[in-house]
């Protein structure tokens, strides 16, 4: 039996969610307004706006009418995870689109801009709103390592994006995106894994399977903020008539993304050990 639940749409969580729902939905219609293109970086912003639209309301929806509690998953920990990756989805959105798609006189792919931004802004309040708090009983993806995880995901998906169908002959360049593929898969396994409260099949304690998974993709990472900056800048030289943004501009994003998720595996690296040595012993 369905009960509707109104209170859902009242408290502070509820609120921020409809306000973003409200905000990605002027921001792709406006964008719609103006015209379709092919271009892969368009498609990816109008996908971030209609996809966070989409699931945003479908939580709303459940939360209203308490199917959410039916759901066989952990609903704390993917609205969690969801918030979070929807953060950076729109932040890469608000950054990208006035890139490429706006000028001085574009009313409304301006107007797109800064609704896009004030999403991104509710987003990153909807993560701390349901982030967990010190001394809180919640799901792992509510937690700073949990969000890292999310983090970590999305940033080897851009990576992904950036490699695109370039084939890289060269070994060093075939390590790296091993390391990439490796690390995204454990991530990835993670996020599934708690989400759908499977985490009681691993073989061995969570927390010290965690911590060795992260302590070996630090090493990995470190390896490849070497090599790939090596061997791709190095042998492929920026060619002298590149537009504004090519091949070879896509290399340095991956490059600067790769170190960008070493510092991010440390800091989970440290919550890690963190949690097992000193907080499990108190």
């Known amino acids: 039996m369905v009960t509707l639940d109104v209170k859902t749409l009242t408290v502070p969580v509820g609120i921020v969610r409809i306000l973003e729902v409200i905000f990605t939905c002027i921001t792709f219609s406006l964008v719609a307004s103006v015209g379709h293109t092919t271009v892969s970086f368009w498609t990816w912003c ?4 209609c996809f966070c639209f989409c699931v945003t309301f479908l939580i709303l929806l459940l939360e209203f009418t308490g199917l959410h509690t039916k759901l066989p998953i952990s609903w704390s920990d993917f609205t969690t995870a969801f918030a979070m990756l929807a953060t950076l989805m729109v932040l ?7 890139v490429f798609f706006t000028c001085s006189s574009c009313g409304r792919p301006i107007g797109a801009t800064v609704t896009s931004i004030l999403a991104f802004i509710l987003y990153a309040v909807e993560v701390g709103l349901t982030r967990a708090k010190p001394g809180e009983i919640s799901g792992f993806l509510s937690t700073v390592p949990g969000l890292l995880k999310v983090l970590e995901a999305f940033v080897a998906c851009i990576i992904f994006i950036c490699l695109g169908n370039n084939k890289f002959n060269l070994p060093g360049l075939q390590w790296c995106i091993a390391v990439y593929s490796i690390c995204f898969i454990f991530a990835f396994l993670i996020i599934i894994f708690t ?3 499977l985490l009681a099949l691993f073989p061995a304690p969570f927390d010290k399977v965690l911590t060795c998974c992260n302590v070996l993709a630090v090493l990995m990472y470190m390896t490849a903020v070497v090599i790939w900056p090596f061997y791709s800048l190095h042998n492929f030289p920026r060619p002298s008539h590149c537009p504004n943004f090519c091949f070879w501009d896509n290399l340095v994003v991956i490059s600067f993304m790769t170190c960008f998720n070493l510092v991010a595996y440390i800091v ?11 907080v499990s012993r108190t």
């Open 92 to 98: 890469a959105a608000s950054v990208i689109y006035p």
């Open 46 to 49: 109008m996908f971030t706006w």
């Open 268 to 278: 989970d690296t440290f919550y890690s050990i963190r949690l097992v040595f000193f």
């Open 195 to 197: 989400i759908c409260r």
